[in-house]
């Protein structure tokens, strides 16, 4: 049974709520394994809820027996999407342990780093940056470039005025080519400039995890 609001059952209730002794009931329910991956209306799944909550028992539990880390909602965010938006690092640390990709797209070609560097998540953005740069599969020489509105990690850190969010996002850069070895300007070969974000407004408001 599901509600008409949002098109949640009991699964959804418990998984957002945290309350583990509830999930475990209705798992090993007659009823209750099939519903593991059951999407609402806006295709979110108990784990999402779970993981978007910092419920990290909850997701535990739910990735225990069988959940699907990598399910995206109706904006192709994933589970890790919504950990790391609401800065809660045990469940994204659980998250890439268990295989979810850090490097996967939402509906704006965001990746997870976006959403936490957005919203200022320190410790977020350096897990994050971390499983990335030692993970060979994650292609560890790039971090995730800009989006369709050309901007960058550190630019949404930067716009979030999250200095210690920009510093570790460089941190795990790639070192740059000496000055020396560049070429001279205007000669052939020259890099063209790089795309620049427009200035920050003085407040940025908090970035929905919806």
């Known amino acids: 049974m599901v509600d008409g609001l949002f098109g949640w059952n009991g699964l959804h209730y418990a998984a957002a709520a945290g309350h583990v002794g509830v999930l475990q009931a209705m798992l090993w329910s007659r009823g209750g394994r099939p519903l593991i991956d059951s999407a609402d209306a806006h295709d979110r799944t108990p784990l999402m809820l779970a993981a978007q909550n910092g419920h990290l028992e909850a997701a535990r539990l739910l990735l225990k027996v069988g959940a699907d880390s ?3 909602d109706v904006y192709e965010r994933t589970a890790l999407h919504r950990a790391a938006a609401n800065g809660h690092d045990d469940c994204t640390e659980l998250l890439i342990k268990v295989g979810a990709n850090p490097l996967a797209r939402d509906f704006r070609k ?7 560097a957005a919203c200022g998540h320190e410790a977020t953005t350096d897990r994050l940056l971390t499983a990335i740069g030692n993970n060979p599969k994650l292609r560890p020489a790039s971090m995730p470039k800009a989006t369709r509105r050309c901007t960058t990690p550190p630019t949404m850190a930067s716009r979030a005025a999250s200095s210690c969010c920009c510093s570790g996002i460089r941190r795990h850069r790639r070192p740059r080519q000496p000055r020396e070895s560049r070429s001279q300007s205007g000669a052939p070969g020259t890099p063209t400039a790089r795309c620049t974000a427009p200035p920050a407004a003085a407040t940025t408001p908090a970035l929905s995890s919806c």
């Not at 965001?110 to 936490?116: D, I, K, S, V, Y």
């Open 70 to 72: 990598q399910m995206p």
């Open 110 to 116: 965001r990746h997870a780093l976006h959403m936490t």
